[in-house]
């Protein structure tokens, strides 16, 4: 029987390569989208796919249902890598801009994993593997809503990771830094949609990371998805996964910088990050 895993944000990036690459690997892949569009395309290319929207409880639960129907209630593994950024200021962000970051990079990742781990708990093993980011234990400027949800995310996880002790499920972290997706190209929406650019003393600022955000130029040490697929396949069949895999150099270098530097020191470092 092939192991099964559900993975959301599929649409493109890290979520479709990560799908297409374990489906060819002989997982059975559950490959969700938000949008119903992308579930047609997923479906065309031969992928086992259907709506899951994180933002609304519903669309999980009848996603959870739909995996119990489809594997007579049994997953191998959860891929939560649905997420997206969300740039501006912290004091340019409205309250309902940053609950919005929430509601898809925590919340609906929360409601989803703890509407799993019954499955998981019965069958007596799982993986939850969680996508979090370099931005999730180091801090860049103008990037606070997502800096704030990836932080919870490992906050979280850390705590799932200890109570499911000796239950057979392990919780393992991805942290990625620069990856090739369509990151920045929905970050740029947010970006206009959400930020009052004009009015804001960062208004000079926000010019830059405009140019930033709409240029097609990687950002130093940038990588394929395939990075990611590679953590995500040693999560998957290490026998005792980690609790962390880093990928790309960004994220090796802060992570001793953080327990090397005292904290003003990689403060002046991480200002210089653009």
């Given at each position: ?8 944000g ?9 799908a297409?690459k ?17 579930v ?32 007579n ?9 649905g997420?997206y ?5 912290v ?24 509407s ?6 019965k069958?007596?093993?799982g ?46 972290l991805?942290?990625?830094g ?9 970050a ?6 959400n ?21 097609d ?15 995500v ?7 005792i ?6 990928v ?6 802060f ?20």
């Amino acid at each position: 029987m092939k192991k099964s895993i559900l993975i959301t944000g599929c649409s493109s990036g890290i979520g479709y390569y990560c799908a297409k690459k374990l489906r060819s690997d002989g997982y059975r892949v559950f490959a969700t989208a938000r949008n119903p569009k992308d579930v047609d395309r997923l479906l065309c290319e031969g992928l086992e796919s259907f709506q899951l929207d994180l933002n609304d409880s519903t669309s999980i639960t009848n996603a959870v249902k739909e995996v119990k129907r489809r594997t007579n209630g049994s997953l191998f593994a959860l891929f939560n890598n649905g997420a997206y950024g969300q740039p501006g200021a912290v004091e340019d962000l409205r309250r309902d801009v940053l609950r919005k970051q929430f509601e898809t990079n925590l919340f609906g990742t929360h409601e989803l994993t703890a509407s799993i781990l019954p499955m998981m708990r019965k069958q007596g093993y799982g993986r939850i593997i969680q996508n979090s980011s370099v931005l999730g234990f180091v801090s860049l400027r103008f990037r606070g809503a997502y800096n704030a949800s990836k932080y919870a995310l490992e906050g979280l996880s850390d705590t799932l990771r200890l109570e499911l002790e000796g239950s057979g499920i392990y919780v393992t972290l991805i942290e990625p830094g620069p990856i090739r997706s369509d990151f920045r190209k929905n970050a740029l929406q947010k970006f206009l949609q959400n930020i009052d650019r004009a009015h804001s003393i960062f208004k000079a600022e926000y010019h830059k990371k405009l140019e930033a955000l709409q240029s097609d130029k990687d950002a130093p040490f940038t990588l394929s998805e395939d990075a990611v697929y590679r953590a995500v396949k040693r999560a998957l069949e290490d026998p005792i996964p980690k609790a962390r895999y880093r990928v790309t150099v960004p994220t090796t270098f802060f992570w001793y910088m953080k327990r090397l530097l005292p904290t003003r020191a990689l403060d002046a470092i991480l200002r210089k990050v653009e």
